[in-house]
């Protein structure tokens, strides 16, 4: 277990491909370094598709156990992040849905709450970025989808394909034509003076 011991006494988190070799011998540790690679930039990522702290963190406890129980999650060629992320963003989405069906039973929910997701975000990102997300909700859900992806999450073009499961030159086009529309709805927000 030389890997190992030589994993824990650096301060970065190895690679993935690391993490797997790690797992062939003790699949516990793998698992806890997998957490602690991945838990931030996927809490992060549900809290901005959520703007619900908790619900994220929720989410987040989610995909982890998601993970240990899927077999194949340290298998050779199986892409952890792309999974991780993928699965995240659906887990995200359903509530969203969720919680559009449910407009009247959210609208009991007391005013602070909304107001602390709202908070966040001001703290995350600024004013400018609270227009963009008001922004990419008139977007269709792909746009919304990759443009996190790629700017919010920082994945590469080949990681969004394999968390969207769609083809790298079909990731491209829909980045462009998301990128587009976001620009027209930001013009068309500053024109109305809103």
Not at 76 to 100: H, I, P, Q
Request: charged residues 30%; hydrophobic residues 40%.
């Amino acid at each position: 277990m030389p890997t190992l011991q030589l994993v824990e006494r650096t301060t970065a988190t190895p690679d993935d491909e690391t993490i797997k070799s790690i797992a062939v011998e003790d699949r516990r540790a793998a698992a806890d370094l997998i957490i602690r690679k991945y838990r931030d930039p996927l809490f992060h990522h549900a809290a901005w598709i959520l703007k619900d702290w908790q619900q994220a963190l929720d989410v987040t406890q989610e995909v982890f156990i998601k993970a240990m129980r899927e077999v194949r999650f340290f298998d050779e060629g199986f892409k952890m992040k792309a999974w991780l992320y993928r699965v995240t963003s659906n887990l995200c989405f359903n509530l969203v849905r969720d919680r559009k069906r449910r407009a009247a039973i959210l609208e009991s929910v007391p005013r602070a709450t909304c107001d602390e997701a709202h908070q966040a975000d001001i703290v995350f990102k600024g004013e400018q970025q609270e227009q963009i997300l008001q922004a990419m909700e008139q977007l269709s859900e792909n746009h919304r989808k990759i443009l996190m992806l790629r700017y919010y999450s920082d994945l590469s073009y080949a990681e969004i394909s394999d968390a969207l499961e769609i083809k790298l030159g079909t990731v491209m086009s829909r980045l462009s034509r998301a990128k587009t529309q976001l620009m027209e709805v930001l013009d068309a927000h500053e024109v109305s003076g809103e």
